[in-house]
């Protein structure tokens, strides 16, 4: 079903019977919907109403259960890649910098070890 916009009465006092019930008459042979909202946001003294009538419906034809479904797990798979790459990534990123400056650090050992038994083997 599809309703194309066709009267909108704006700011309907909340009291004005007479005014609401004219909104919302029904008519014979007419196939209308009214929306009814209360207005202003967080005061709501006043009604809007927006009536629309029926028109053809000429939109994409609608996806059926399994089709949504299937279509959800796809999203939500492709959430979980990206999340679990961001994941490892990150611990990554952290992994080289703690532990990077450590195998500096083991590399200088080594190469300060390696000096001194070249020295030692040098003056024997």
Known sequence: MAYEVDQIHPMVDKD???ALEEALKVE??????T???CTPYGVNSHRLLVRGRRVPYDGEIESTPVDSMVQAIQN???LYLLLGLGVTALV???MRR???PKKVEQTKMQQFTQEQEDRKEGKS
């Open 76 to 78: 939500y798979y492709m």
């Open 16 to 18: 004005d019977i007479d």
């Open 28 to 33: 014979e042979g007419a196939d209308y919907v």
């Open 98 to 100: 703690v532990m990077g």
């Open 35 to 37: 929306l009814f909202t």
């Open 92 to 94: 990554i990123l952290i």
